[in-house]
């Protein structure tokens, strides 16, 4: 199954090969041949006509070609290739209205588009639905189209989402099944310890579903990844100082959005940015997945401009070595110096996807290739970009994660990148990674590979804290219930908090985290997490516990972070008190809170009372900030398309279909 074509017919495939070929630019060979194509560029940006700001994530193409691309996070875009002579552009976005415009295009010049596009009202009772892949008419972008029937329900219509990779037709993709968290008693459960957990795969993989008009399974929607994919500022100084430690520690205490009569609060942790410049010498080996599974235009040409990108911030003090597996592993870059960078992106446009999938043995040889090229204080480590689709060798998930705990003991971390639909294997991709003293993405176009590699180098490349776990202590005197929101496959028991043999999540230079609490306070009811018993009269609550006289009389809760350093094997401790005092929240409170919201929506959650997405938007704007990237904004668009598309009312119909 992992070699079937699943984008529909060679034409289609050609269509979408030539769209990333296009977006890239001219090959190696065809800029060494010193011809002048009779082409020119077409560049401009595409901004909202109300807000006058850029428009993040729109289709750009020609019309009748296959040249197109998405316009980054200030709304610009580039066409190279574009042939001389009059030509049409168009812009299309969900929840915005097309537009399109003609322009001149002369050889080896460049012409400037700007676009101001105007919003449209989506909401409309329809039912959105997928189902056969028809092919496009001419003049329409190099896109699958996926079009329904009009039979689902008597008051469906039918209708279309354009998405570049998305397609319904093949889809064997597995996630974790996830057991929401409850609330504990405090009477009962005073402690509560989890692991860190930096990876934020699981926002971009429900970007890419909700892009393509589709609500994502609930087991895809893991609110702390979603949560800690956006950055976050430590207003007013609320931080505590780090001190004599890599990160600093803080929290915050609010009334719950949903359920105002609890309390919220945000623990974080945010550890300083390094310079690229002043990253310690890398030892970098991409283990490369080129199996069949890996043919389509989102998953290996979509990788190796990924890499492409990465190569350009590596210096002459780091190496990269290029490992590759498909029916079996072979080296196809020996370890080389980073700024030898024709031979490693010759080594990579070489590569091609053909065969089954010997996920293990290539695993084991990148991990050879590390040890033999260990850098003494730097950071060494294997880059894995697949599918996950591992079918032969060590194929299991507790093979794969056995195979991991081992060779992570040698100090080299492991970093997961996740590409493609339709067989995307996330659940053994997420396990690979958490046990591997790494980190895991979802790559689902080239700006998400820029945040990862390029934005975020040194969180994603540079470990600075490892083995870090919370434990939260809540005072009886204070504190009913509590419910951690997230980090379900995180849980430690609570002596694993002292056991500094137990793995836990690591932290990378700039890397914020934040972890949210929803609190009963003391002498309100507890929501059920159980159902009542049958053979015996249900237990009367306890009553709220007499505050103790001293300094722990308004103490909420208390915080101990453990942690060790990259190459330490014993942990080091602090320790964080927390008061019962709601205040103002801070923006990114604020914005953390409404992601918790959205996830919790998407998630069809009984904790999330009466949220609506409406709510989520304005809680979100409020907490929007300054955005310079965008990433805010473009999660606002995203709840508005699932608002206005009605994703959330059709819940039951998209269980049943799944």
Known sequence: ????????????????????????????????????????????????????????????????????????????????????????????????????????????????????VEQTTLRTKETLVTGVAEETPRGEPPFTVLRGPTSISSSARSASVVHPYFNTDFNTESYARIEENGFRRVGESPLSTFSIDVDRASYANVRRFIQAGERPPADAVRIEEMINYFPYEWDDGRGTAAGRHPFQVLTEVWDAPWKPEHRLVRIGLKAPPVDTENLPPSNLVFLLDVSGSMSSPDKLPLLKKAFALLTEQLRPQDRVAIVVYAGAAGLALPSTRGNRRARILSAVERLEAGGSTAGGAGIALAYDVAREHFVEDGNNRVILATDGDFNVGASSDEAMVRLIERERKSGIFLTVLGFGTGNLKDSKMEGIANRGNGNFHYVDGLLEARKVLVEEMGGTLFTVAKDVKLQVEFNPALAAAYRLIGYENRLLADEDFNDDTKDAGELGAGHTVTALYEVVPAGLPVPRSVDPLRYQPAAEPPAPVEAPPGAFEDELLYVKVRYKDPDGSESRLLAHAVADRSRSPSRSFRFAAAVAGFGMLLRDSPHAGGLS?????????????????????????????????????AAAEEDDRR
């Open 613 to 649: 997405a409406d709510d989520v938007i304005a809680l979100a704007e409020r907490g929007r900030g300054d955005d310079p990237r965008g990433y805010r904004g473009e999660f606002i668009r995203l709840v508005e398309t699932v608002r206005d598309l009605d994703l959330l009312g």
């Open 1 to 116: 199954m992992a070699n079937m074509n699943i984008l529909g017919t060679p034409a289609r495939i050609g269509a979408l090969l030539a769209l990333i070929l296009a977006v890239a630019g001219p090959t190696p060979s065809h800029a060494q041949s010193g011809t002048r194509p009779e082409t020119g560029t077409v560049q401009g940006r595409v901004s909202d006509a109300t807000a006058n700001a850029g428009v993040a994530g729109a289709q750009v193409f020609v019309a009748g070609t296959t040249i197109g691309v998405l316009t980054d996070a200030e709304g610009r875009y580039s066409l190279p290739g574009v042939p001389a002579g009059e030509q049409v552009v168009t812009v299309r976005l969900i929840g915005y209205r097309e537009a399109s415009r003609r322009v001149t295009v002369s050889a080896g010049e460049t012409v400037t588009l700007d676009f101001a």
